[in-house]
T-cell receptor, first 113, second 111 residues
Framework: GAGVSQSPRYKVAKRGQDVALRCDPISGHVSLFWYQQALGQGPEFLTYFQNEAQLDKSGLPSDRFFAERPEGSVSTLKIQRTQQEDSAVYLC???????????FGSGTRLTVV | DQQVKQNSPSLSVQEGRISILNCDYTNSMFDYFLWYKKYPAEGPTFLISISSIKDKNEDGRFTVFLNKSAKHLSLHIVPSQPGDSAVYFCAASVGTYKYIFGTGTRLKVLA
């Protein structure tokens, strides 16, 4: 596609509910990233994929967070047993490997109530 | 421990004048720096970058300056236009994939 597509744009979850956020990267972009942006903060790195391999998951805040990219294209970020502190915008980005600067999607705003 | 800091949360500038956005960092291992622009309800958009081996990079109205000894970089926008009104994030990395972002500066260009 022309850009990085994320769905849903908005998600309201009750505390304790599981959620799944989808990212469809730019066609041909091998590298895929997830970032979390809390209100008033800059984006914070969560995890990085090259094709289907998750090469870095050091930013995932707890074992309730899980990301996958089984076929090397679409990726899903799953959050289990959501907590209020998980409320944030979740940004997905993609790029060619080794290139500086990546293309972000518009994000999914998650609100946990 | 914030490795990348943008100490000015907001900045207002008259149309046609220069906008200067500042960013400080603490990690001397950072070798690449970027600026992103973000409009409301959109993802950040890559604007301009600079490698640690350079001290200046220019792209049209946008120039980024890097002062490694002071661990400081700045983005200059000349002339500023109302469409430049957005939140600007600086980001730094060691290598190519994992960026540390600042908290952003909201620029308002007044017509």
């Amino acid at each position: 596609g022309a850009g990085v597509s994320q769905s849903p744009r908005y998600k309201v979850a009750k505390r304790g509910q599981d959620v799944a956020l989808r990212c469809d990267p730019i066609s041909g972009h091998v590298s895929l990233f997830w970032y979390q942006q809390a209100l008033g903060q800059g984006p914070e790195f969560l995890t990085y994929f090259q094709n289907e391999a998750q090469l870095d998951k050091s930013g995932l805040p707890s074992d309730r967070f899980f990301a996958e990219r089984p076929e090397g294209s679409v990726s899903t970020l799953k959050i289990q047993r959501t907590q209020q502190e998980d409320s944030a915008v979740y940004l997905c980005a993609s790029s060619f490997p080794g290139s500086y600067g990546y293309t972000f999607g518009s994000g999914t705003r998650l609100t946990v109530v | 421990d914030q490795q990348v800091k943008q100490n000015s949360p907001s900045l207002s500038v008259q149309e046609g004048r220069i906008s200067i956005l500042n960013c400080d960092y603490t990690n001397s291992m950072f070798d690449y720096f970027l600026w992103y622009k973000k409009y409301p309800a959109e993802g950040p958009t890559f604007l301009i970058s600079i490698s640690s081996i350079k001290d200046k990079n220019e792209d049209g109205r946008f120039t980024v300056f890097l002062n490694k000894s002071a661990k400081h970089l700045s983005l200059h926008i000349v002339p500023s236009q109302p469409g430049d009104s957005a939140v600007y994030f600086c980001a730094a990395s060691v290598g190519t994939y994992k960026y540390i972002f600042g908290t952003g500066t909201r620029l308002k260009v007044l017509a």
